[in-house]
């Protein structure tokens, strides 16, 4: 990343307090500044996400490390991969970059004033922007040359056939996916993704969702989940049949199974994120790894793959499921009642604590999980997981 001159560095920092006041504010005013003058880059967002400001709270917090961390921004090497990846599963392209930062310099300049958001200051941040921007943009275009060079591979969006629907529960539905050219798929990593571009009323929209299956197969699957008002999942799950054909970007995303690990792998998941976890059990089931598959729901008739991972333990002396259910109903036969905590994730541990613990799920969920983890001697390095939606740092939380 480029070094910048000491005045750039003092002045960039200087705008820490009023990040720290005025942040969301700002990314706030950005976000209706861009999608109102830039409509065609409304499919690169979430609705919902923009509705209940997360985004802009996402982005204010981005932006506030990036102004701390400007006289050591290696300290921020960590965050990049997960950027990058969201951005190539998005198909986020170098044309977009001058927009984001013009829109984000007017927004700066707008909500602080010009007595605050001097020339100077906007000065200081557009270069600190375009060398952040420039980084970006090369280390994509990196991953997008890589993906396409693969077997399998490609570049942009590409056509594929809903080859089959299965319903794994009362919310989610699994849609296997097969490409219209019939050339092979692109490999991917269990907990990768997909970009899916679709077209709804009129309007293109691109949503991510989970590869399921194990890789290697001549499908790619994704299970979702209908969400109370969701828009594009209850349109995937109402309006979509089989033989229809939608567009999607290659796999994508840094949080993956390490499949060279040896230590025993534990997989706590809640509701809808058991779905990358079912590609990373498929796929290590056959390895021997000791592997303990721990699954939260609110009922049996929410919990999806409870056949499947049943089946893979019957298979697989390696592998053993726990299932706990909140609001069991009569007939069901979860292994606890209850909400996952220090006590009960401690008796599904091994007693040294070593192990690679992912865990997936809604954010209380995963709250709790990971801080259960940490206080059960769990190392933070061993502790992984993925927030579905804008970044945010559970660990630290």
């Not at 705008?15 to 942040?23: F, S, Y």
Request: net charge negative.
């Amino acid at each position: 990343m480029s070094q910048f001159s000491p005045e750039t560095i003092a002045l960039i920092q200087a705008t820490v307090p009023v990040l720290k006041a005025r942040g969301e504010d700002i990314t706030r005013h950005f976000y209706g500044l861009m999608l109102s003058e830039h409509p065609e880059l409304k499919a690169f967002f979430n609705e919902a996400h923009q509705a209940e400001g997360t985004q802009a709270r996402a982005l204010a917090g981005t932006v506030l490390a990036y102004a701390s961390h400007i006289d050591r921004l290696e300290a921020l090497a960590g965050a990049l991969p997960r950027i990058i990846q969201k951005h190539v599963a998005l198909g986020v392209q170098p044309e977009h970059y001058p927009i984001v930062g013009q829109c984000l310099l007017r927004a700066i300049r707008e909500v602080l004033g010009a007595e605050i958001a001097t020339d100077a200051i906007l000065d200081a941040w557009g270069k600190a922007y375009g060398a952040l921007a420039q980084l970006l943009i090369d280390a994509e275009e990196q991953a997008y040359a890589a993906t396409a060079a693969q077997p399998g591979g490609w570049r942009g969006q590409r056509q594929v056939r809903i080859a089959r629907k299965a319903r794994e529960s009362e919310l989610i539905t699994s849609f296997y996916l097969e490409p219209v050219d019939g050339r092979p798929l692109a490999p991917f990593v269990p907990g990768q993704y997909l970009t899916l571009v679709l077209h709804i009323d009129g309007r293109m929209v691109r949503r991510n969702y989970s590869l399921s299956d194990a890789p290697g197969k001549p499908w790619y699957r994704v299970s979702i989940k209908r969400e109370d008002g969701g828009r594009v999942s209850n349109w995937m799950h109402d309006q979509v049949q089989v033989g229809d054909t939608i567009e999607i970007q290659p796999p994508a995303g840094a949080f993956t199974l390490d499949a060279q690990a040896r230590r025993p792998l534990v997989l706590v998941t809640g509701g809808v994120g058991i779905t990358p976890a079912m590609a990373m059990l498929e796929s290590a089931a056959p390895s021997g790894r000791p592997i303990r598959f721990i699954h939260a729901a609110r009922h049996g008739g929410v919990h999806a793959f409870r056949e499947r991972v049943d089946a893979l333990a019957a298979a697989h002396d390696n592998v053993d499921a726990f299932y706990i259910y909140d609001a069991p109903r009569d007939g069901d036969a979860p292994h606890a009642v209850g909400l996952i905590g220090d006590e009960l994730l401690a008796r599904q541990l091994p007693a040294d604590r070593d192990v690679d613990l992912y865990c997936l799920g809604p954010k209380p969920f995963m709250r709790a999980v990971l801080r259960s983890g940490r206080a059960l001697g769990i190392p933070d390095d061993q502790l992984r997981y993925e927030f579905f939606g804008p970044a945010e740092d559970l660990l630290g939380a």
